[in-house]
């Protein structure tokens, strides 16, 4: 027998005294070369044990090694030393991860389908060991998914190690669903793990319990009873998960539809172009970015700070000058400015065509807008939670802006009784182009948003402007709370008529809906009652 | 009795279409006279728009309804076509079936949805024609006239309504051919639809179909029954308390110019030889208001001068200078509104009373405020 010598050897370096650890650390390392050469099935069974082996024996290469092995660069000498060939060539020792000089007479260590799924499942479990909490807590959600009795072991020894207390329960997770697929558990373990199944709650452990067979009655009982809790829990989560995607899509309607309730809603223009004035906030956000990050990269993060009241002085200067040189003319004539500004927002579209091109330009979001954040059995993105806050942010800064400014009293006063605002010295054609400014400025404001969550091209605005006009109407003309709840029912309902109906279908059940409400109730949700309403 | 606009558009509209037609088919293609056939086609879907733009004065310049969503009719006008050509198709398709439609065998449906029954026969499908947009204008305009919704939130919800149509054909699911529509048609009643002879027909039919509309919207304005209508555009309360059920009017005005949009849209289908879910876009209906606007608001002659101007203009200037014409556009709809309150009829009528005066009325900006004008 050739490889005699080698066995000799080995016997020689199992008598030396080492600890026992470093001993079976030994036998894997001489086992794992038992397939290099000639393949045999003692070979192959030797390798699959060397595997097994020094997957748990807690060696700091053993991932490098088996990583190796599953790679096809790990070499065997004659002598049964190890070698990894490394990507330029060369080779180093396995075991210690020095550089050989000599790398000649080495062979391939061969695999077959058993040592492949042995390598599969050390790997796995050596993941457990990881110094990094994040792959620690991947490794244990591998086991759960897979739960393989084999894993057991190692699962028991790293959770005595663990410290961290999301990756400890993560891992007792993992260890309850691998007692119960092992068939010698005692029925008080199984209902012990049934019940730290029923706590982790979600579909994965859902989906886990509905799978068990051959559980005793008991176990089977309670499992039955934990799918029942779980799916309660899941279902009261999804209807949370569907009012945050609601208040998130009610949020950007209200944004949309706020200037619109200025201009709409108050000054009683319909403004066709108001989308176009959100277009120009977004793009107003775009120039912002890119000049801060030719000239000020140094505070480039708080781009969406500058850029917000950046388009609020734009588009509010674009609305001011659009309402002296163009709405003036047509009060009083609703149809007439609907067709005028219809017409303005085709040439603003343009202009803003061939300024920036047809194509949806790039706007970044802010590290400190990006990522999620997990709530129970919710995900909410930070975006979205920003947006939410600006939205309300925006909303009560008009409402003090409309009480409590002298501004904001005149356009009331000459909202109310134009003539007598008049008498009382209110430069009332001045106020009517604040207030549209005002209104467009808003607009500008929600560009800024939208530009984080949709495509910054010049159809932007167009998305928008059937909903804020919807959201408006709905809510009451003239009432900003209306207009607020009006957007945040119209969110809701949405997002709850989605996962019935599907996307498209679900907002054409809401423009229906819409348009028997409005038969209904012509004047929204909260008309306005007294004089003023001249019907 | 015709006063004289009506009959020079009368003698236009038909005689254009006859000498064009003629001039296609009697002359040689190498002649200076011949008139090639793609205009013939553009022609043709000119006096398409034409009586879509009749259409929409019909409501709102008689009764005072701003429908920014007509281009809905036209469409499902044009969708009802559009099935029976499609059914005409036959085993010609790319997968040769005789009993499905292309796209129904790409998306893999195994038989004909109950919808689409019926329109191998051309007559069942010039009955949908009138019935789909007729029927669609009847439950809409019920619920929206009994209501009392007027002025601005009315076209703001024909405008929503045109998007949900949108929205809905874009489905595949819809069995319409989702978003590619209707198309590769290949003959009409056994005429190749490609063919000179058989468009220059459907000009003439199309001219005939117009003419025909114009002296409906005329009779119907001009009756008594137009007269209340023109009270109700006017001063809708005081009608009301005469006696009269301004719903019932402008319920009956709504169903038959969304009868004469779908007409249209049905002519269209065969001369563009396409029909796709663009086609219930609001930016359609609202040009198709440009139009009227244009022309001159209440006139009818000048829906159909506008619709034919602003086309031509559109043709000529995407030929020319393809990125200048949404700023032509855009510019148009501010210029005719701010400057030519009366359209391009108002430069050179005088004498005919039937365009409403521009109401001086004292700027207010009350937010409830509502005019109809």
Known sequence: MLRLPAWLMLVLLVLAPLSARAQETDDAYAALAGSAGIPSAAGFDSVRRGVEQLATSGDPRAAVVIGALQ???????????????????????ARSGAPAPDAAGLRPVRLNNAVRSAIDAALGSLRLFAPDAATRLAAAEAVFKSHDPAALPALTRALAKESDAAVKTRMQQARAAALLSSGDASEADRLAAVAMLRARGDIDARGFLASLSGQPQSVATAAAAAITAIDRQLQLWSILQSVYYGISLGSVLLLAAAGLAITFGVMGVINMAHGEMVMIGAYTTFVVQQLMRAYLPGIYAINLLLAIPLAFLVAGAIGVLVERTLIRWLYGRPLETLLATWGLSLVLQQAVRSIFGANNRDVDTPWWMSGATQLGGLTLTWNRMYIVLFAVLVL????????????????????????????????????????????????????????????????????????SFMVVVFGGVGNLWGTMLGALTLGIVNKFLEPVAGAVLGKIVVLVLLILFIQRRPRGMFPLKGRAVET | MLERSTLVALIVVLGGALLLAVLN???????????????????????????????????????????LGHAAFFALGGYAMGMYLMRQIGTRGVYGNAELPDFMVFLGWKSLPWFWHGFEWFGFAMLMVVLVPGVLALVFGYLAFRSRVTGVYLSIITQALTYALLLAFFRNDMGFGGNNGLTDFKDILGFNIQSDATRSALLVISAIALCAQLLVARFVVRSRFGKVLIAV??????????????????????VLSAVMAGIGGALYVPQVGIINPSEFSPANSIEAVIWVAVGGRGTLVGAIIGAL???????????????????????????????????????????????PEPEAETPTASAAHEVTG
């Open chain 1, 396 to 467: 009560a800064a008009l409402m003090a802006a409309l009480r409590y400014t002298p501004l904001g009293l005149r356009m009331r006063a000459v909202t109310q009784n134009r003539r007598m605002a008049a008498a009382m010295g209110i430069r009332t054609p001045w106020i009517d182009a604040l207030t549209f400014g005002l209104g467009s400025g808003v607009a500008g404001m929600a560009g800024v948003a939208l530009s984080q969550i949709d495509n910054v091209s010049p159809n932007l605005g167009q998305g928008y402007i059937i909903d």
């Open chain 2, 233 to 254: 555009r006017d001063t809708e309360a005081r009608t009301r308390f005469l006696g009269y059920r301004p719903e019932s009017y402008k319920l009956v005005v709504w």
């Open chain 1, 71 to 93: 790679a096809g660069q790990l070499y065997a000498r004659a002598d049964r030393a190890l070698f990894i060939k490394q990507p330029d060539g060369s080779f180093v020792d």
């Open chain 2, 25 to 67: 088919q009697a002359t040689a293609a190498a002649s200076a006279m011949h008139v090639p056939t793609y205009v013939i086609a553009l022609a043709g879907k000119y006096l398409c728009f034409a009586m879509l733009a009749l259409a929409v004065d019909l409501v709102w310049g008689f009764a005072g309804i701003l429908s």
């Open chain 2, 309 to 355: 101007l602003v086309n031509f203009g559109k043709t000529w200037f995407t030929g020319l200078l393809p990125e200048f014409w949404l700023y032509a556009l855009g510019a148009l709809f501010i210029f005719v509104t701010l400057f030519l309150p009366r359209g391009v009829m108002g430069l050179f009528t005088r004498r005919e009373k039937l365009a």
